[in-house]
T-cell receptor, first 112, second 108 residues
């Protein structure tokens, strides 16, 4: 069966520090991969999605970036975090025809 | 882009009550899912329902794609049903766009 791993579960970082969040999927090949962000008490905002290795689509202009170095690995990065980057970050995957969407357990990021 | 609106935004129920949550979308969709986000932040798949009706225990969902809405029914609510309910749609390709959510609290 397919599983999605996302880590770390919580992260506290100072303003201006770099960020790297990693997500991996097991049990499937050629998935669509997604990064969403959820501010406290708000809905889910799509940040990036990828339909293949090295293919990244950005939905929201910001100081974050994403990379897909392997078929089942998706990385969210920042060179310098801002206070406004705080939030709950969720990785998700779907099949290549964008059927059901499945989420990882999320990372609570606090930028202080 | 497509707009996805959910109503009501907040709902408080006594345990055992029934409720209907609505999801309206502004354009035709290829796929639609309902999710429950529990108090720990986990997003749980409830239904994959681009059209038609499905039931799973006390929950059921109906999507009328031609009229651009979907409904989630919760019967005999329990305190464990508390959390936020989201619908999400795919319009075009690849991207799941989430609705505004309904925050449900079930009182014992």
């Amino acid at each position: 069966s397919q599983t999605i791993h996302q880590w770390p579960a919580t992260l506290v970082q100072p303003v201006g520090s770099p960020l790297s969040l990693e997500c991996t999927v097991e049990g499937t090949s050629n998935p669509n991969l997604y990064w969403y962000r959820q501010a406290a008490g708000r809905g889910l905002q799509l940040l990036f999605y990828s339909v293949g290795i090295g293919q990244i689509s950005s939905e929201v202009p910001q100081n974050l970036s994403a990379s897909r170095p392997q078929d089942r690995q998706f990385i969210l990065s920042s060179k310098k975090l801002l206070l406004s980057d705080s939030g709950f970050y969720l990785c998700a995957w779907s099949g290549p025809r964008t059927e059901k969407l499945f989420f990882g357990s999320g990372t609570q990021l606090s930028v202080l | 882009g497509i707009q996805v609106e959910q109503s009501p935004p907040d709902l408080i129920l006594q345990e055992g009550a029934n409720s209907t949550l609505r999801c309206n979308f502004s354009d035709s969709v290829n796929n639609l899912q309902w999710f429950h986000q529990n108090p720990w932040g986990q997003l749980i798949n409830l239904f994959y329902i681009p059209s038609g009706t499905k039931q799973n225990g006390r929950l059921s969902a109906t999507t009328v794609a031609t009229e651009r809405y979907s409904l989630l029914y919760i019967s005999s609510s329990q305190t464990t049903d508390s959390g936020v309910y989201f619908c999400a749609v795919v319009s075009g390709t690849y991207k799941y766009i989430f609705g505004t959510g309904t925050r449900l609290k079930v009182l014992a």
